[in-house]
Every structure is written in C-alpha cells, then in structure tokens.
C-alpha cells in the first residue's frame, strides 16, 4: 500500500495567498484527520471526517481555514487568506476502526512557510 | 490543550542503553498509543495498550499502563542510534469509535553511537 499521500511536500507562499493543501489517504480506511504541527503548540488536530462527513472541526483556527472531503479518496485543506503564523507542517493521517482501536497512520506532511 | 504530557521533554542515552519515557493524561481512556516520529517525517505508529491491560511488548519495546495514576511508560531496550527520534504518546477517549487520538508533547530521544 502506498500510505498516505500528501502534496505538496514543502510550500513557500506570500502572506495573503491562497494555499491549498491535498491528502489522498490509504484506500479502504474510513477517518481522515488533519494535524498542524509547530514547536510552540506541538501537534494538533484542525478537523476530522468520518465516511467524508465533517465531526468534529473545533480545532480549525478561524474561518481562514476550511477543509473538505468530496470522496473516500480525497481532501483538501485550504487556507485563505495565508498569515505568516500559518507557518507549520500539516499532517494528514487516515485509520480505520477495528477491534483493537483506532490507529492512525500519518502522510509525510507538507511543510508550510508563509513569508 | 494536550490531553498527554509526556516526560522527559528531551532524553540522551549511550548506545545499548534502556530508555524510558513516561505518559501522563487527565480523563479516562479506551487506549493508549505510542508514536515515533524521524526529523522530517510523519509519525508512525508502534504500540497500542488497551485501558484494562497493564503491560504490553513487541520487540525491543515495552508498555505499561496505570489507568488509577492515568499514566504510561515507554521503555526501549538496547537502544540504537536508529531509535533516536521524538516519541509521542495518544490516548482514545472516544466512546463509538472512529474519533479523533489526542496527543502528547513529545519526548526526544538521541541515542549517542
């Protein structure tokens, strides 16, 4: 299996633009997560859907951010307008539940700068 | 806020040397994971211990659980310069299932060749 596929890996945008970041998670697996990750906040989660319904988005900053799941094989994470303490590595991560519990398995990430 | 708190933050070991990193979370638990994450990469997933087991192993790795002191503890054996990476641990509070992990800070590990 190829894992969870993110792009872009590594993004370097101006202040005000729109960035758009896209996940592509392991086939079969039924809960996508995206994850924010700085050395000030640590890792955490923005959103996550299940069977490509939205449940819980509590972790979104502002309404800069929004994120959607058209279908089982795809999501997008946009931000617009970008502000430089946008500057992060988003994670996208997918699972599936089992007997045994729900674990996650994690895209490599695209790094984020935004100047 | 973060549900787990791992400690120490950073831990420097020989070599062939156990390392132990502990897990402190606040509500009640379904499980509890243990990640590692390399520089640069995403975090993969190494061990689950479900809320009424107490102790768990695979390979070099050992997990412990204390559902009354709401804590864990990772514990590598034999440490190798590969194992120098930051761990995390995650807990599942949820309660049907397919709901979000929680994670820790993180404790980074170097292990000195």
Known sequence: DAGVIQSPRHEVTEMGQEVTLRCKPISGHNSLFWYRQTMMRGLELLI????????????????????K????????????????RDSAVYFCASSIWDIIGNTIYFGEGSWLTVV | SQQGEEDPQALSIQEGENATMNCSYKTSI?????????SGRGLVHLILIRSNEREKHS?????????????????????????????FCATDASSSGNEKLTFGTGTRLTIIP
């Open chain 1, 48 to 67: 996550y859907f299940n069977n490509n319904v939205p449940i819980d988005d509590s972790g979104m900053p502002e309404d800069r951010f929004s994120a």
């Open chain 1, 69 to 84: 799941m058209p279908n089982a094989s795809f999501s997008t994470l946009k931000i617009q307008p970008s502000e430089p």
């Open chain 2, 30 to 38: 379904n499980n509890l994971q243990w990640y590692r994450q390399n």
């Open chain 2, 59 to 87: 390979g070099r790795l050992r997990v412990t659980l204390d559902t009354s002191k709401k804590s864990s503890s990772l514990l590598i054996t034999a440490s190798r310069a590969a194992d120098t990476a930051s761990y």
